[in-house]
């Protein structure tokens, strides 16, 4: 079985900054991408970003220049670090990550965490 934890959420004004965290752990033998989601209130869940194990990310354009994704493969962590926050960025952050077991890829999910951007 394989847990994905997140944390770092919470309340920030507009401009501010946080950063969330994604550990796995659990039976894992490769992590091959992993990301972000966020979710607002009556919206569909919309990726935000995304990297691969060698590192290459990408991003949704209206988080570009003011998000990073970053993970380190020795702790099975990923980051996202998010500036310049905006109230239209009020969301539930989830983060997944899509697993190699032998033949197969499974995707896990975290359990989500709120990030509320409000003055």
């Known amino acids: 079985q394989v847990q994905l934890v997140e944390s770092g959420g919470g309340l920030v004004q507009p401009g501010g900054s946080l950063r969330l965290s994604c550990a796995a752990s659990g039976s894992i033998f490769t992590i091959n991408v992993m990301g972000w989601y966020q979710q607002a209130p009556g919206k569909q869940r919309e990726l935000v970003a995304t990297i691969t194990n060698g590192g290459r990310t990408n991003y949704v354009d209206s988080v570009k220049g003011r998000f990073t994704i970053s993970r380190d493969n020795t702790k099975n962590t990923m980051y996202l670090q998010m500036n310049s926050l905006k109230p239209e960025d009020t969301a539930v952050y989830y983060c997944?990550?899509?697993?190699?077991?032998?033949?197969?890829?499974?995707?896990?999910w975290g359990q989500g965490t709120q990030v509320t951007v409000s003055s």
């Open positions: 997944f990550a899509q697993i190699r077991k032998g033949a197969y890829d499974y995707t896990y």
